[in-house]
């Protein structure tokens, strides 16, 4: 009876251990998950504007749009769901919106969940950040026709007339913070801390990389993917790995990066942001934040459905059409010839001069 | 393969293996403490994670981190005076008021990190602290020696609690009220009273562990845990109940996420294979706790509540 007993138990723990500890993973593919299943959808954000922008077309009806966000991680986590939440409040500014959030849905179940609930209600626009949603809104968006829909990041709208899919380069932020980093770094070698090689993730390291090699092709830059979307301490050691594998120039993608962040501050070593402006994680290490504006996106799609187009089309930002910008930390004294390469690059990127080689 | 058997780099591994284990190590004994006296508790890492929460937002404010620990502490007391009281007082099932425990954890440190912190910002944690003499043995020093306050508090609980649970009357209580509360209560002594106090101790060891996590990370997230109290809990069966058998699976899966940890870093395994390779501590828990439900058996009166009228 007790063997038995502890037997059961044993499984059940077990079972928790393995679901809680895949909290840290990823649910699918792309983009960043953490914890916390809130059942229900809650609206936390309202902005309203008085006028709408007189460049963009009226939104006819007084009524504002209704818009929807479901997102895997915290809504402030200075990186992927932070970036939506940051570019939907600038969007607001400008337009008669209503924003609604669901924050922390890493369950994908649990996603999909508020993602019908947001159409039930009526919203006009339901985002589903995040590339693991993808499999549920294809079902969904066909019980809604006449609700728009958007997953991110994908470039895969399923075919579907009231979808839209959105996407970054994110290859060209970390190829611009590849080429710098490349020209900070003394020992010539550069850690870099992933989660999945997936996703914004996999584009942004490949371009660092590329970028770094491109710059000084002697620089090793070693990459870390440690299967983890939240592990913070799986992060701190992988960066504390690099820091004493001779790394002297760190970035990483992701939420669980604080982690590395922390290791970077403590030992005084550049760290290359993404996402979103990292400045805050050490004010006197992050030399540049790669920054996506999904306000690109947002607006595109909100200027379509006033048109009464829901779906049927992939966006994507990049440097060239201002979804992506590198945001320099003025707190981090960076010497004036890196930044100039930096800016340089930029504009090349921007221009075509320069492309981002396809990852492996 | 080759780079990975040098010996800095097995001395960062072994050193950053102790670091990792060290969550497992405090909430595991601080569960096994409890289990002994046949309260399972489920909640760790909601408790865990309030400690965390506590700690850092304590230190935050404060800017003392010997702040933040003391809140740890309190909130894991509370957190324990709590369990005690949907438990043993009101009774409830104890693997589903866990899982309550550990719910409400996630979500209201989350509330608290959103209304009182919002974006993340660093905390400067304990920092290490060399052992004067010993740190400086070369390679030695660096694995063993080399550490943060948490790390020698939890390594120093084991043979404390080993020696608590095993030579002292109320080791000798908590082991009667673990296996047979109704003989322990005909001779005298008090179930719930005894069980009151290993809840206590469990949950504060909880909190510090999560304390511990905030600490050494500087920061705090969303279920910043990311599931280590279930661990721990898994790790109190690897261990089969003994302090140094939940030392031994603590740095057993502290060692294997390092040495995955650090092959990674090295480039030596990559693509699909790291991802199986991170899929090694998992594996080698469930392996073990196969093993260990078939040969040990646990505290004849985990789970059961006691009741002197029934």
Partial sequence: ?360 | MGDFFTVSVLVATLASGIRLGTPFLLAGLGETIGQRSGVLNLGVEGVMLLGAFSAYYVTLETGSAVYGIFGAIVVGLIMGLVYAFITLVMHAQQGISGIGMYLFGLGFTDLLFQKNVGTPKPIRGLGEVNIPLLSDIPKVGEIFFQHSLPVYFAFALVPLVWFMINKTTFGLNIRAVGETPEAADTLGVSVNMTRLATMLIGSTMASLAGAALALEVGIFQQNLTSGQGFIAIALVYFGAWRSYGVMLGALLFGIVQATVLQLKTLGIVEGANSSLLAMAPAVLTIVVLVIVSRRVAAPGALTRPFDRSA
């Fill in chain 1, 1 to 360: 009876m007790k063997a038995t007993s502890t037997r059961v138990i044993a499984s059940a723990v077990t079972a928790l251990a393995l679901v809680a500890a895949s909290c840290g993973g990823s649910d699918d593919v792309a983009d960043e998950p953490v914890d916390e299943p809130p059942a229900e959808t809650q609206a936390e954000a309202e902005a309203e504007a008085p006028a709408v922008e007189p460049d963009a077309p009226a939104e006819a009806s007084a009524e504002p749009i209704r818009i929807g966000i479901v997102a895997p991680s915290a809504e402030n986590d200075l990186a992927w769901t932070q970036s939506m939440v940051d570019s939907v409040n600038r969007v607001a500014e400008g337009r008669d919106v209503e924003v609604a959030i669901s924050g922390g849905l890493f369950v994908v179940e649990d996603a999909a969940a508020a993602i019908r609930g947001y159409a039930e209600d009526g919203f006009d626009l339901v985002i589903a950040h995040g590339t693991q949603f993808g499999g549920p809104l294809q079902e969904i968006a066909d019980d809604f026709p006449e609700v728009a829909f958007a997953l991110g990041t994908s470039t895969d709208f399923f075919g579907k007339e009231n979808i839209y899919a959105y996407s970054v380069d994110a290859g060209e932020g970390g190829y611009v913070n590849g080429v710098m980093a490349a020209q900070l770094t003394q020992s010539n070698v550069i850690g870099v801390v992933g989660p999945v090689p997936a996703g914004d993730a996999k584009l942004y390291i490949d371009g660092f990389v590329a970028g770094a090699l491109a710059q000084n092709p002697d620089v090793a830059v070693n990459v870390n993917y440690i299967d983890s979307f939240g592990d913070v301490l799986l992060a701190s050691e992988a960066a504390k790995a690099f820091v004493q594998s001779g790394a002297d120039v760190l970035t990483g993608t992701a939420q669980m990066v604080v982690g590395a962040t922390g290791i970077a501050a403590e030992e005084g070593i550049p760290w290359f942001g993404t996402q979103s402006n990292q400045t805050g994680l050490g004010a006197d290490i992050v030399v540049a934040s790669q920054v996506y504006h999904w306000e690109v996106v947002l607006n595109t799609i909100l200027d379509q459905i006033a048109d009464g187009k829901l779906g049927g089309e992939a966006v994507v930002i990049s440097l060239s059409n201002g979804g992506l910008e590198i945001e320099f930390n003025d707190g981090y004294a960076l010497d004036a010839a890196i930044k100039a390469s930096g800016i340089a690059t930029i504009a090349g990127l921007s221009d075509g001069s320069i492309t981002v080689p396809a990852g492996e």
